[in-house]
């Protein structure tokens, strides 16, 4: 028990100074080292398409975080793309339905049915 009661007695000698000045390379070290294990990550994460662009080449840290932020990039392009594309799919069913209401409501006012508007009517409902 003695040699932890001195390490106590020690460390309340120390300024808080003088324990941030000890305390800071372990604190950096710490960061460094959850750095390092998530541009691990994303190297795992995104092995195929980097073997794509670098095939057979030992990647830096600056390489794999460049060519992560270029493909994330990339896939945000796309989903606008997809979604600008639903969207206009969208507006075309919806302007379509509209149309249709309009013609059936139009021709729906006249009493009198002509051939013509049954083949509409008939038409519409396919």
Do not use: W
């Amino acid at each position: 028990m003695a040699p932890s009661t001195v390490f106590m007695e020690h460390d309340n000698l120390l300024t808080p100074k003088e324990k941030n000045k000890l305390r800071k390379p372990v604190v950096e070290k710490m960061r460094r080292d959850r750095i390092n294990s998530s541009i691990e990550q994303l190297k795992l994460l995104l092995e195929k398409e980097f073997q794509r662009h670098q095939p057979n080449s030992k990647l830096e840290k600056a390489d794999i975080l460049e060519m992560t932020v270029s493909y994330l990039k990339q896939q945000s392009q796309l989903q606008v793309k997809r979604s600008l594309h639903k969207s206009s799919q969208f507006d075309f069913r919806e302007g379509y339905s509209r149309c249709l209401q309009e013609a059936f409501h139009f021709l729906s006012l006249h009493k009198v049915r002509t051939e013509t508007q049954t083949k509409l009517l008939s038409h519409f409902q396919k």
